[in-house]
Structure formats: structure tokens, C-alpha cells
């Protein structure tokens, strides 16, 4: 399974920036998918989730601002980032548990990563 993440770039501070990432591949079901983050000299934290059945929960610095959703025909999942501020600036990267067949293993897989960047 690949996640390709794409919609990350440069904005100024109150601004605002879509996120999307597509899974492909041996794909039966993908229960939960999700956004994290990594910004430099940082721990990667969850910045937000969704179950398949379309279940949230957020990051406390995010709620509010945030909105995650998904696509279960695609396969994808999205994020929308308002009122962005300077900290939230790091490399978002998407995340998925997937099955290939009915009965096999919920595997996780992780996206290559885009880089959002506020400015102040």
C-alpha cells in the first residue's frame, strides 16, 4: 500500500492550506487514517484522526482550527488547516491501517510526508 500526500506549501500566518492523501495499492479496507507531524528538533505527534466510519478526535492545538475528513470510495483522506499559525509548521505526514484481504493482518503504513510552512 503507498499513501501519497500532496498540498503542502508556504502561507502566512491566519491563512489556510488543504491536505490530501491517496492510498493505493492491495487494499481491502482501511480502518482508521490519520494526520501527524514532525517539526524540527521535535517528536512526530498526532495531529488528527478518523475511523472508517468517520469517528474524529484532534490534537489539543488544533481543535478548532482543523478538520479532518475522508473519501472512502478513494481511499483518501483530507485535511483542512485554518487560522494556521507559525507553530504549526513542520513535515505532515498521513497514515493508514489497511487490509489486503477480508481476513489478514491491519497493517500500518505511513506517507512520505509534506512539508507546511507559516510564516508570522
Known amino acids: 500500500v503507498q499513501l501519497q500526500a500532496s498540498g503542502g506549501g508556504l502561507v502566512q500566518a491566519g491563512g489556510s492550506l488543504r491536505l490530501s492523501c491517496a492510498a493505493s495499492?492491495?487494499?481491502?479496507?482501511?480502518?482508521?487514517m490519520g494526520w501527524y507531524r514532525q517539526a524540527p528538533g521535535k517528536q512526530r505527534e498526532l495531529v488528527a484522526a478518523?475511523?472508517?466510519?468517520?469517528?474524529?478526535n484532534y490534537a489539543d492545538s488544533v481543535k478548532g482550527r482543523f478538520t479532518i475528513s475522508r473519501d472512502n470510495a478513494k481511499n483518501t483522506v483530507y485535511l483542512q488547516m485554518n487560522s494556521l499559525k507559525p507553530e504549526d509548521t513542520a513535515v505532515y505526514y498521513c497514515?493508514?491501517?489497511?487490509?489486503?484481504?477480508?481476513?489478514?493482518?491491519?497493517?500500518?503504513?505511513w506517507g512520505q510526508g509534506t512539508q507546511v510552512t507559516v510564516s508570522s
Open positions: 495499492g492491495s487494499i481491502f479496507s482501511i480502518n482508521a
Open positions: 497514515n493508514a491501517d489497511s487490509r489486503a484481504t477480508m481476513k489478514g493482518p491491519l497493517v500500518n503504513y
Open positions: 478518523i475511523t472508517s466510519g468517520g469517528s474524529t
